[in-house]
């Protein structure tokens, strides 16, 4: 009698252990791509200002993203679109800067969209080529002229 | 295995960036320049008679340094005209230039101009006048001498 009450616990057990199916979770993740980098020109450091430039590829900006919903690109300039002498802030002159396929545009301090990708099917990698127009100051001081630019690189 | 992994990840990580920078940048070399345009006068000095703040020259600068420049003359024959037969014949004479006082110009450099800066690019005429006293004994032939005007930074 002992045996069968054992036999039966231990087949009551096995019951429940037992099925037809059962699930195994599989996950796996794609982490955010959200890079930018930037490949200046010689002529970045050597740009015209007594007689200005226009339209001269100063860089080339890589954009690399994997976000489904896409990105932006944002710009900002330290000195709101002016080359700054060294040693005189009063002393400047005013240049425009076109990003890829974009139209020529005077950076501002806060960053302003200049390129929006809708949607992305794939990890893409696209390179925009950054060009400027300097406006000629002839009568400009002797000395250096400099300004930062920096892009930004959102998803959405 | 885990210790590469953490040498290798700060270097990806420096690469990997959502900004970018530009820096943009010019240089303005320093123009010095300086032309002299003489008039008629300059070669027709009146020897017997004498000279009275007659302009001789026009002097054209251009600077665009913020320090400023100054002009300098120097006279090959340290303020005289000297007869070109007979070296013991002179004739002293001086100078002004931009409207300064008068003075006498020697065979080394002499600041007639000083510009202690500049705002920007400028280009200023000025003009350089000579007088000297009449020597109506003189005698014949021809008097000269060569300046040297420079235009130099400060």
Redesign the interface.
Known sequence: MKKMIVASLILSAFSTMAATSGNLNLKGNVAA??????A?ESD???????VGSSNLK??V?TEKCNDRDGYDIMMSSLNAGK?VHS??AT?STT?QLSYGAGAMASPTVTPTKIKSVASLSALTTVTSD?K?S?TSA?????????????????AK | MIFLLLLFFPFLSS?????????????????NELSISSNSQALNLDIAKGEVGTVIADVLETS???QGYSVQISSKNAGKLIHSNFAKRSIRYKLSYHHKKYFSPKSTLFSAKSISS?????STISSLRIKFAGAPTAISGNYEDVLTLSIISN
């Open positions: 791509i959200n890079e930018i980098s930037v200046a970045a450091q050597n740009l015209g200002i007594s100063v860089a900006v080359l040693l005189d002393k240049y950054v400027i300097v002839p009568n400009a001081i002797a000395g250096d002229y400099t300004d930062v630019v920096t892009f930004s690189i959102v | 690469n990997a960036s959502t900004t970018g920078v530009l820096r943009l940048s010019s240089h303005v070399p320093i123009v665009n340094d913020p500049l705002p920007q690019k400028l």
